[in-house]
């Protein structure tokens, strides 16, 4: 029911790499490593890629148990607009998972020993392979958990697991996770993201949306796509 989240900077390469971040999903219960993910950095995305993977393995679990970073609350006290929610916390949202929070180290206890040991454990598999880099260990990750879990993972008492099925596909998956981003056309159908301009193509003039709402959906790709209600618009990048 409950899966404790956490991400560990660490020099996880022993120097043959540069050091980076690996975001671990255990389970609060069993001690099963549910889904472990590198990165260069602790970031949204990071724990939206584990997320993913933890979702396509597994199911949506009831609940996550996290620290308090920015990356799960709004921590500015001078916030006053806005629903709240961190992007992390709408994708929780969308997907109908609780978001708990920890108000010490100590109270997500599980996820932070199992660091502690994977710095230990999971560096000397590592090192035994010669494994140099985040794509190598990303590659090698299903393999350690599975050595993981057949050591450290106990049995539950309830038998019966809590995660809900997810029966719809990676690629509306995809979609679930994306961030999502409200523009408002311009009279010439333009609308601009991160300094960059960019254009409706429209099949024929359309006053329609001369003015109109767009819903921009950012991908764990890097892929961007608009919508208009629920049809998707095409779109070109304008030179500047």
């Given amino acids: 029911e409950l899966i404790q ?11 043959r790499g540069p050091r980076c971040t690996l975001i671990v999903f255990i389970d ?8 472990l993910q ?18 396509l393995s597994h199911g949506r679990p009831l609940a996550l148990y996290s620290d308090r970073h920015g990356i799960f609350r709004v921590n500015a006290k001078e916030a006053v607009s806005g629903d709240g929610l961190t992007e992390f916390g709408h994708v929780a949202e969308r997907l109908k998972i609780e978001l708990i929070q920890a ?23 590592m090192r035994l392979r010669g494994i140099s880099s985040i794509a190598e260990a990303q590659a090698f990750a299903d393999e350690f958990m599975a050595m993981w879990n057949g050591k450290f993972a106990r049995p539950p008492r309830d038998d019966e697991d809590a995660h809900r099925p997810w029966t719809t596909g990676d690629s509306a998956l995809g979609e679930t996770l994306a961030r999502r981003e409200t523009r408002t056309l311009s009279k010439a159908l333009t609308f601009s993201v991160g300094g960059r301009i960019f254009s409706v193509v429209a099949r024929a003039p359309s006053l329609a949306l001369r003015g109109a709402k767009v819903t921009l959906l950012h991908f764990l790709t890097g892929e961007m796509r608009v919508f208009y209600g629920t049809r998707e618009l095409h779109y070109t990048h304008l030179k500047t």
């Fill in 38 to 55: 590198f990165s260069p950095t602790e970031t949204t995305n990071s724990y939206l890629e584990a997320l993913r993977a933890h979702v």
């Fill in 5 to 15: 989240i956490d991400g560990s900077p660490h020099d996880w390469f022993e120097g």
């Fill in 28 to 35: 609060e219960a069993t001690s099963r490593l549910m889904s």
């Fill in 103 to 125: 108000k010490t180290p100590q109270a997500k206890g599980r996820v932070e020993r199992a660091n502690q040991t994977l710095q230990d454990r999971l560096i000397k598999e």
